[in-house]
């Protein structure tokens, strides 16, 4: 049984630590998690990762290259348009605080999770540079003018 258990999870966890805090004014999170410049494309590549960022299990875009994408959530093409990068960081770090019923995973956030993997325990989904990444790519999809 262990080694059917082992075949499902990832080959290899990100070192991920603890999620860095943040304050919330209004509907986001002013202030990017990390230091340093996000790297927008870095950003493309956790979204489109169905084993890291997961996104496209809910949401759907601009990625003509990708199938089977979700219809849960919205459809992030011209999310840039309609979100500024503080709204956006709310919603990827933890929609919950907009939504309280939302299924959306909070990213950023270890506590108050249900129903995570046991090696998903106690650490966020996604590292403070990995967020704003994310961020930074997401506030390039804008709508055409």
Do not use: K
Request: net charge neutral; with cysteine; charged share 20%.
């Amino acid at each position: 049984m262990a080694l059917a258990v082992a075949a499902m999870l990832p080959l290899a966890l990100p070192a991920l630590g603890q999620a860095v805090p943040f304050i919330v004014e209004g509907d986001g999170i002013p202030a990017p998690l990390a230091a340093g410049p996000p790297d927008p494309e870095q950003g493309r590549r956790i979204l489109l990762d169905r084993q890291v960022g997961t996104c496209l299990l809910c949401h759907s875009g601009p990625f003509p290259e990708e199938r089977f994408q979700g219809t849960v959530g919205p459809d992030l093409a011209g999310v840039g348009s309609r979100l500024t990068p503080a709204q956006i960081r709310l919603r990827v770090v933890d929609s919950r605080r907009l939504v309280p019923e939302t299924i959306m995973p909070a990213y950023h956030v270890a506590a108050g999770r249900n129903r995570v993997a046991r090696p998903w325990r106690d650490r966020p989904i996604l590292d403070a540079g990995q967020v704003e990444d994310v961020v930074a790519f997401l506030a390039t999809l804008r709508d055409a003018p």
